[in-house]
């Protein structure tokens, strides 16, 4: 059974870093590409940019370039998704999926991870 | 930027209603499209994708159609556990989702 485990809720301070991680399982993990979405407390799904774990390719939305880094490890088949510099905006749910793809490009996500709800809260 | 829009935002129905979902894209994106549904407290799950495709294990009560700008999901007898948030997503030039269409009861 293909899964996508995350690492659990963190609470945080504005300022500090945080990393969080996603373990594929199941599958082939260098073969797929792994995206982040973040949903704020309810609102609708942002995609947040893609990595191919095989090659470490990555591609950001406009919007979170140079907000946050994802970066994967092939050896234990973990994804991750990184803060330098937190802010209280950064509060939300974040979601890791295997990406679908169609010759060879990501098109679509699933399954979804459960889940990791980060708080920065001062 | 391709842009998503989706309507209505919100459609009270009853089980066994059908009920459509429109989702638009401001410029044309073939066939690359996705839909999600999202129940409260849980990730999302991939239902259609490129347009029309029933995504393994998904109930035959949905359905997909659209190409092009215009784009639909169907369910076609809702049921008890069909209340939750649909999202569309292109998949041409980037992952935008739409802004979400919640189905309550009614």
């Known amino acids: 059974e293909v899964q996508l485990v995350q690492s659990g809720a963190e609470v945080k301070k504005p300022g500090e870093s945080l990393k969080i991680s996603c373990k594929g399982s199941?599958?082939?993990?260098?073969?797929?590409?792994i995206g982040w979405v973040r949903q704020m407390p309810g609102k609708g799904l942002e995609w947040m940019g893609i990595?191919?774990?095989?090659?470490?390719?990555?591609r950001y939305s406009p919007s979170f370039r140079g907000q946050v880094t994802i970066s994967a490890d092939k050896s234990t088949s973990t994804a991750f998704l990184q803060w330098n510099s937190l802010k209280a905006s950064d509060t939300a749910m974040y979601y890791c999926?295997?990406?679908?793809?169609?010759?060879?490009?990501?098109?679509?996500?699933?399954?979804w991870g459960q889940g990791t709800q980060v708080t920065v809260s001062s | 930027d391709i842009q998503m829009t989706q309507s209505p935002s919100s459609v009270s129905a009853s089980v066994g209603d059908r009920v459509t979902i429109t989702c638009r894209a401001n410029?044309?994106?073939?066939?690359?499209l996705a839909w999600y549904q999202q129940k409260p407290g849980k990730a999302p799950n991939l239902l259609i994708y490129?347009?029309?495709s029933l995504q393994s294990g998904v109930p035959s009560r949905f359905s997909g159609g659209g190409s092009g700008t215009d784009f639909t999901l169907t369910i076609s007898s809702l049921q008890p556990e069909d209340f939750a948030t649909y999202y569309c997503?292109?998949?041409?030039?980037?992952?935008?989702f739409g802004p979400g269409t919640k189905v309550d009861i009614k």
């Open positions: 999926a295997r990406g679908h793809m169609v010759r060879g490009v990501c098109r679509w996500f699933g399954p």
């Open positions: 199941g599958y082939t993990f260098t073969s797929y590409y």
């Open positions: 990595i191919y774990p095989s090659d470490s390719d990555t």
């Open positions: 410029q044309g994106i073939s066939n690359w």
């Open positions: 490129a347009a029309s």
């Open positions: 997503q292109e998949a041409n030039s980037s992952f935008t």
